[in-house]
């Protein structure tokens, strides 16, 4: 992998060492340490822009570099929050140690993998599961005041729910699921999608951050984009931070409000 942006100051060499990615997508810790949330969104589009191969996954737009970019994200998260879609269609599991990570998280007071954090309204999700029996860290279900009495008792014997929002929501409020996470002190956000939960969290401005992969294929069709839904009031403009490749992947870190080096 070799990086674009900012430009090296001297050119990658074949044989040298690779890009640092956890320098390359460090969260910016004067808000994290500060105990405000920040939102990083982690997404893989085709050329085109679609956001799902022809099966319906997002592995098909994937490559080795981008699953390397996928778990350094997860690494350095404290959360991942991602819709129940995903879940279901992905076939989420439960993140195990990384060593590579584990024993600095520990001596930091963090726990060694991320939490795992479901969107759901209709708590349709198989509580049998090892996402929710194996979990090194309790997996927790973000849901809205509406949701099933008794399918919300069956979550809460196995993972930690958080009911956001006020009576009369539909489904969680994606700003109050925020804070909630935040004030467990578990600032550094990262979503995994899919395009339906990214899509609120834009249009109710709460993205900071898009690290986006984009892979070298024409899909054609008609598959959704990365966001899908709601639309902020004004668009939201995004600075470049770092771009790096391999194997015509590009790897994008988009941020807002903090200048970054490529934005210069
Ligand atoms: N290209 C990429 O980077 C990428 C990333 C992730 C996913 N994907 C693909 O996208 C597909 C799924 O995406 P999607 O957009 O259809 O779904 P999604 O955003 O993953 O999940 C939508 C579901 O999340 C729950 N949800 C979302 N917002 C909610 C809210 N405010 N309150 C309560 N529940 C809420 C609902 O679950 P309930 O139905 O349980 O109520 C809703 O049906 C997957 O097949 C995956 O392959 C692509």
């Not at 969260?27 to 022809?54: F, H, I, K």
């Not at 959360?79 to 990570?101: D, F, K, M, Q």
């Not at 009031?233 to 015509?248: K, R």
């Amino acid at each position: 992998m070799r990086r674009l942006l900012p430009a090296p100051e001297t050119p990658a060499s074949p044989t040298g060492p690779d890009v640092d990615l956890d320098a390359a997508y460090a969260y910016p810790t004067e808000v994290v340490d500060a105990g405000r949330a920040w939102v990083r969104a982690n997404m893989v589009a085709s050329l085109d822009g679609a956001a799902q191969a022809g099966d319906g996954l997002s592995a098909g737009l994937s490559s080795p570099g981008d699953k390397r970019i996928f778990g350094v994200l997860r690494a350095l998260a404290d959360v991942v929050l991602v819709g129940a879609s995903t879940v279901r269609n992905e076939g989420y599991r439960p993140p195990r140690p990384n060593p590579a990570y584990a024993p600095a998280r520990e001596a930091a007071g963090r726990p060694p993998v991320p939490v795992i954090a479901i969107v759901s309204r209709s708590l349709e999700l198989d509580f049998s599961a090892p996402l929710f029996t194996e979990a090194v860290v309790p997996t927790v279900v973000l849901t809205g005041p509406d949701a099933d009495p008794d399918r919300l008792a069956r979550a809460r014997k196995v993972a930690d729910v958080v009911v956001a929002g006020e009576p009369g929501t539909q489904g969680a409020d994606p700003g109050a699921a925020l804070d909630a996470l935040a004030a467990r002190g578990w600032t550094r956000i990262l979503t995994e999608g899919g395009p339906y939960l990214l899509g609120q969290l834009v249009a109710e401005g709460r993205l900071d951050e898009l690290c986006l992969t984009i892979g070298p294929l024409l899909l054609g069709g008609a598959a959704t984009r990365i966001t899908n839904g709601g639309a902020p009031e004004v668009p939201q403009s995004m600075n470049l931070h770092t771009l790096l490749e391999e194997d015509g992947f590009l790897f994008a870190r988009y941020v807002r409000s903090l200048a970054g080096p490529a934005a210069g």
